[in-house]
């Protein structure tokens, strides 16, 4: 289990690197390569706890290294599969939000981030049900929308549609286009920071969410200071 691990780390830090994908495959075989890129995809989207995994990066590395010599990656079954993962990852991260309900916001615990909660939350109210298929394309915010999802109480079906729609489009997109820019020599020669890239990217939604609550908060109290000014 240690090597395993191990190998991982290393697949999941250097997702780029031919080599690492080998060593990897070659240690667990082709069905539990698959089974493991299944797993990570649905934990990040599916465990709350888990928004640390890759998702936009490691689902444009598969599409990329598929087109390799010596990793014979079957793309259209991996999408399948995983398009499979982020459907059944969302809808156990809504369950377990709704069950749970609004008491998580009044609760401390190590395992639950609030902040990426909160904005979470800021997300859903800004975009409403569009937001389950817009969180997939952002870091941090698409582990946690379903989860808000579920604690807004959103109508199930409605829910149901816009994950599988979301998911469908989240990993042909991501994948695709690490299928079709994943040859080019330039992104070959500096994936690391094509991925780096393409991170910074999913970040940025998150960012301008944060500087329009900001923005709203300190206007609401600017209002505040007025309205209880004497005199004003």
């Known amino acids: 289990m240690s090597e395993?691990?191990?190998?991982?780390?290393?697949?999941?830090?250097?997702l780029g690197n031919d080599?690492?994908?080998?060593?990897f495959l070659a240690m667990v075989g082709m069905p539990w390569?698959?089974?493991?890129?299944?797993?990570?995809?649905?934990?990040?989207?599916g465990l709350v706890i888990m928004p640390f995994l890759p998702g936009d990066s490691l689902l444009f590395a598969i599409g990329a290294i598929s087109t390799r010599d010596g990793i014979q990656i079957h793309l259209p079954m991996?999408?399948?599969?995983?398009?499979?993962?982020?459907?059944?990852?969302?809808?156990l991260n809504y369950w377990i939000g709704r069950r749970v309900g609004p008491a998580v916001f009044k609760s401390d615990?190590?395992?639950?981030?609030?902040?990426?909660?909160?904005r979470a939350h800021e997300f859903y109210e800004t975009h409403g049900p569009k937001m389950v298929v817009l969180a997939r394309f952002v870091v941090i915010i698409r582990t946690f929308a379903p989860f808000v999802a579920g604690i807004a109480k959103m109508n199930y079906p409605k829910f149901l549609f816009?994950?599988?729609?979301?998911?469908?489009?989240?990993?042909?997109?991501?994948?695709?286009?690490?299928?079709?820019?994943?040859?080019?020599?330039?992104v070959k020669r500096h994936f690391e920071l094509v991925l780096l890239f393409i991170i910074s990217l999913t970040v940025i939604?998150?960012?301008m969410e944060v500087?329009?609550?900001?923005?709203r908060s300190k206007l609401q109290a600017k209002l505040a200071d007025i309205v209880l000014t004497p005199g004003s």
């Open 4 to 14: 395993f691990s191990s190998k991982l780390f290393d697949l999941l830090t250097h």
């Open 19 to 23: 080599e690492k994908w080998t060593a």
């Open 33 to 45: 390569l698959y089974g493991t890129l299944f797993l990570i995809i649905f934990a990040e989207t």
């Open 78 to 91: 991996v999408m399948g599969l995983l398009i499979l993962a982020a459907l059944l990852g969302d809808n």
């Open 109 to 118: 615990t190590k395992w639950l981030n609030k902040k990426h909660l909160n």
């Open 162 to 186: 816009y994950s599988l729609l979301g998911a469908v489009i989240w990993v042909t997109v991501c994948c695709g286009a690490g299928y079709f820019l994943g040859s080019i020599p330039f």
């Open 205 to 207: 939604p998150v960012t």
């Open 211 to 215: 500087i329009k609550a900001r923005r």
